[in-house]
């Protein structure tokens, strides 16, 4: 999984790097919308561990010692952590149109951040 890791940062990087060249890094909207972004995908990183790790259900001990069995919690929180990252992307494509629409054409981190949405 470490592989998936490394081209997700390397992809960050090289999303940063085009908003440098095109000036949009120091966009207050795309700055926070990004790290915000990258945010999530650490924690969806992380919560995938944990489901790994414990699996799809874990066991919950009530207060008297009885033990149930029952879904994994990091599985709703890593479903609703995509929704919102799914969100956010579509936030970031919406800055950089509106961006694009007061300049001119479409730059490489546009395109860019187009593929990754597909």
Do not use: C, H, W
């Amino acid at each position: 999984m470490a592989r998936t890791k490394i081209s997700l940062e390397s992809q960050a990087a090289e999303i940063l790097k085009q908003a440098e060249e095109t000036g949009v890094k120091s966009n207050y909207f795309f700055a926070t919308t990004f790290r915000r972004y990258q945010m999530q995908m650490q924690i969806l990183s992380d919560l995938e561990e944990a489901i790994k790790e414990y699996g799809a259900t874990v066991t919950k001990e009530y207060v008297k010692g009885r033990q149930n069995l029952v879904a994994n919690p990091a599985i709703t929180e890593y479903n609703k952590t995509a929704t919102a990252a799914n969100g956010t992307v579509a936030t970031l494509i919406n800055i950089l149109k509106q961006l694009a629409d007061e300049g001119a054409g479409k730059s490489k981190l546009q395109e860019l951040m187009a593929a990754l949405d597909e």
